[in-house]
């Protein structure tokens, strides 16, 4: 569609909510390259081969007992757009509820910004476990942006297949949590939602928000171990080619990192993995993953930086 489209529908955003979220989804896909989706037969199969072996290592190492999600999709990078506007829209709702009468000029604002960061994670991401959170149902889905994976397999010089299948294991061990702790989804769907309706009354709920982070490091955390332990092969290469390009980015893919906290995200994989490393070595795999058995076994923060204190709580 181009940029000069792009434009045009953040010029045209309308309702009467803080973000018209329709010309959120134009106006990102005008600004992304859609990307290739011309997918042969054995490359299929190799998708959910990948998917399927990964899902019987994780199970077998972690010794956990899930289901793979009904939806894997393999995508382009507007049906990834297409899929995370839903997904915004939902979570934005609460707040867009509160919202008194919003002036046009402050809804192109709130419109733009949302399509410029989704434009910007649908040219970056690779694949992706969605636990569909604050929808009516329990669907889950898994999904892969071919284009990026392709691009980004180049760009480091690691075979395509090899690459994809360390991206399919990882959002797996994403998949086997929320699979083995069925009450995850709904602990993440609370604390998001408390810490909404107290933004929408003006207040930043701090507390909440702290929880919220320390349970995203362990949900991190624990897909690093899986990664360690489960993938059927070295991948010392690929993760220091990934931060290498990471770090050789350039200012504005920088800035927009910072911007939408995927530095945050570094840091609660490093400090999530530095947890269950310790917690593994001391009591084995199978014991690191009773974090998952009721809200009460999530370390605390005080646990994530000295997890000798969560093994003496719980005792795996």
Known sequence: MGLYHS???????????????????????????TGDLTVETAERDGYATDVRDARNRVREVGQLSFDLPETVEI????HWIDANVATFSRVMEPIEQQAEYIPGIARMVNTGSMAVALSFLGNNVLGQYDP???ADNDAHAL????PNIHRVADQLNVERARFRRWIAFHEVTHAAEFGAAPWLSDHLETAMEDAIDNLTDGNIDRTTLGELDTTMTAVEGYAELLMDRAFDD???????????????????????????????????????K????????????????????SP?????????????????????
Not at 75 to 78: F, I, K, L, P, S
Not at 143 to 146: E, G, I, K, P, Q
Not at 274 to 293: E, H, M, P, S
């Open 143 to 146: 999904y892969f942006v071919r």
């Open 75 to 78: 995508q382009n990078r507007h």
């Open 7 to 33: 434009v045009q529908a953040v010029a045209g955003a309308t309702g009467d909510g803080p973000i018209d979220w329709s010309a959120v989804a134009d106006a990102a896909k005008g600004a992304t390259d």
């Open 296 to 316: 009460d076994t999530l370390p605390t923060e005080d646990e994530i930086e000295t997890p000798t204190l969560w093994i003496d709580r719980v005792d795996p």
């Open 234 to 272: 070295e991948y010392d290469d690929l993760r220091r080619k990934v931060d290498e390009r990471r770090q050789g980015r350039g200012p504005i893919a920088s800035l927009m990192r910072r911007l939408l906290g995927l530095g945050m995200k570094r840091q609660q994989y490093e400090r999530g």
């Open 274 to 293: 530095a947890f269950f490393d310790t917690v593994a070595d001391a009591r084995g795999v199978a014991a690191a993953g009773r974090v998952w058995d």
């Open 132 to 134: 569909v959170l604050l």
